[in-house]
């Protein structure tokens, strides 16, 4: 009986100097390089790596354009957006994008999933109408499944329906 009671206390003390240990550790005198694609990563000592997301936002002002309920027409503003980003995706070549298309939290699932749709290709188009290369961009819908702002009031439904370009990290 001894013999069990002793190698309990020897293993918990054991296990108690590991967990003390770790402890102890200091932090490294030296952090590794951020991962490659990460925001950190895209911004250099003089500004936004070229070709980067940053460089991309910095250039075109913004990733995403905005619709009116249950259309997916580009408007004056949008065309604005649109070929402020074409502009940087043809000085820019070697990127591929892609364009999401969102909607509000209103509608079916495949309602939702269609309009999203009509929205990144509508963006697609346009940016294809500017001279980019069809073949450098993907469409996707995520319908009403990733919103952007949270809540069931008008402010929050206008957010959502958007298509945005996404250049890769």
């Known amino acids: 009986m001894m013999t069990k009671i002793s190698k309990t206390a020897i293993l918990l003390a054991a296990g108690s100097l590991l967990a003390l240990g770790a402890c102890s550790r200091s932090a490294p005198d030296e952090l590794p390089p951020p ?12 500004g936004p790596v070229p070709g980067s997301r940053a460089d991309f936002i910095a250039q075109a002002g913004t990733d ?7 259309m997916h027409d580009v408007d004056a503003d949008d065309r604005a957006v649109l070929d402020a980003q074409a502009a940087w995706l043809i000085a820019n070549p070697s990127v591929r994008v892609t364009i999401e298309g969102h909607c ?16 990144a290709n509508a963006a697609a188009n346009y940016l294809a109408q500017r001279g980019v290369a069809s073949s450098r961009m993907t469409v996707i819908s995520y ?11 008008q402010a929050s439904w206008a957010q959502n329906r958007r298509a945005v370009t996404v250049v890769p990290m």
């Open 35 to 46: 991962p490659v694609g990460s925001n950190d990563y895209d911004t250099g000592p003089t």
């Open 64 to 70: 995403t354009i905005y619709f009116d309920t249950n």
């Open 104 to 119: 509000d939290e209103r509608g079916t699932r495949e309602y939702n999933l269609a309009l999203g749709e009509r929205r």
């Open 143 to 153: 319908g009403k499944e990733r919103p952007v702002a949270l809540g069931s009031d």
